[in-house]
T-cell receptor
Framework: NAGVTQTPKFQVLKTGQSMTLQCAQD?????MSWYRQDPGMGLRLIHY???????DQGEVPNGYNVSRSTTEDFPLRLLSAAPSQTSVYFC???????????FGPGTRLTVL | KNEVEQSPQNLTAQEGEFITINCSYS?????LHWLQQHPGGGIVSLFM???GKKKHGRLIATINIQEKHSSLHITASHPRDSAVYIC?????????????FGKGTHLIIQP
């Protein structure tokens, strides 16, 4: 997990609240991704970015927004949290031209 | 939808046993990853391979591109190997990013 940080580590929200999950890296990797991990389903891609100013949707983008204004940061926004968004969220980075991915430590989110 | 299938889903073994976890996928890939996740912990990359075999300590990963199959072996297993092992693939010609993950194999090594 070196070089990839996520904040907060834990968060409890009420339905309808908004929040931003932070992901930051100091490895100057172009590609950044957000995944969610749910029991029995494996990790699923939410959004990804191939560089500053460029983002795209993954497998499960609904209910989430992202932006990439700098190489270092890739925040994930929940505009109106729902119980279905209760999950563990992982940010991952990789260098263009290399398949190796580095994961952040994760954020455990509970929506009541 | 491209699938990644892992087996077994759960595995309990005694310390010292030889462990094999299998992964199969459906279409051509550019790379396959084996990841490890301890309970409540983050995800650590064990191996990334596109052909052949890699070894790191007691861990060995192999891949057969023609059969679309990979295995992760643990020799002389130890209780600290208890974790979830996840197979993930990067599909050839896929999007700029994003792995497709198996559901993981929950391994417990009893002393």
């Amino acid at each position: 997990n070196a070089g990839v940080t996520q904040t907060p580590k834990f968060q409890v929200l009420k339905t309808g609240q908004s929040m931003t999950l932070q992901c930051a890296q100091d490895m100057n990797h172009e590609y950044m991704s957000w995944y969610r991990q749910d029991p029995g389903m494996g990790l699923r891609l939410i959004h990804y970015s191939v560089g500053a100013g460029i983002t795209d949707q993954g497998e499960v983008p609904n209910g989430y927004n992202v932006s990439r204004s700098t190489t270092e940061d890739f925040p994930l926004r929940l505009l109106s949290a729902a119980p279905s968004q209760t999950s563990v969220y992982f940010c991952a980075i990789r260098y263009r031209g290399d398949n190796e991915q580095f994961f952040g430590p994760g954020t455990r989110l509970t929506v009541l | 939808k491209n699938e990644v299938e892992q087996s077994p889903q759960n595995l309990t073994a005694q310390e010292g046993e030889f462990i094999t976890i299998n992964c199969s996928y459906s279409v051509g890939i550019s790379a396959l990853h084996w990841l490890q996740q301890h309970p409540g912990g983050g995800i650590v990359s064990l191996f990334m391979l596109s052909s052949g075999k890699k070894k790191h300590g007691r861990l060995i990963a192999t891949i057969n591109i023609q059969e679309k199959h990979s295995s992760l072996h643990i020799t002389a297993s130890h209780p600290r190997d208890s974790a979830v092992y996840i197979c993930a693939v990067a599909y050839s010609g896929g999007g700029a990013d994003g792995l497709t993950f198996g559901k993981g194999t929950h391994l417990i090594i009893q002393p």
